[in-house]
């Protein structure tokens, strides 16, 4: 079973920068894949972004357009984010993956564990 924390959110005005940490524990296997998923009240989860195990492959939704970035440090997965916009504003969730196949990367009904998610707000 596989433990995930999420840190860092809050509320930043708009074209603020905020990063939001994802601590995995418990057993984790070189063929994981960590997501980030957002989901704003009254709209469906929707796909951040993903790093496989490595770090070496990173994808990401299209609304992102180069203003978040995806990393890992060990067993933390990390989620820069700029230029932030009102619209950014929702629950952001990071979760696990056991799939070596990029495509299932972008639908969260196909990821095992799952942290509560941290809250962030973009607002002036």
């Known amino acids: 079973q596989v433990q995930l924390a999420e840190s860092g959110g809050g509320l930043v005005q708009p074209g603020g920068s905020l990063r939001l940490s994802c601590a995995l524990s418990?057993?984790?296997?070189?063929?994981?894949?960590v997501g980030w998923f957002r989901q704003a009240p009254g709209n469906e989860r929707e796909f951040v972004a993903a790093i496989t195990w490595s770090g070496v492959r990173s994808y990401y939704g299209d609304f992102v357009k180069g203003r978040f970035t995806i990393s890992r440090d060990g067993a933390t997965v990390y989620l820069q984010m700029n230029s932030l916009k009102p619209e950014d504003t929702g629950v952001y969730s990071c979760?696990?993956?056991?799939?070596?196949?990029?495509?299932?990367?972008?639908?969260?009904?196909?990821?095992?564990?799952w942290g509560q998610g941290t809250q962030v707000t973009v607002s002036s």
């Open positions: 979760a696990t993956i056991r799939s070596r196949l990029s495509s299932r990367y972008y639908n969260g009904d196909d990821y095992d564990y």
């Open positions: 418990g057993r984790t296997f070189s063929d994981y894949a």
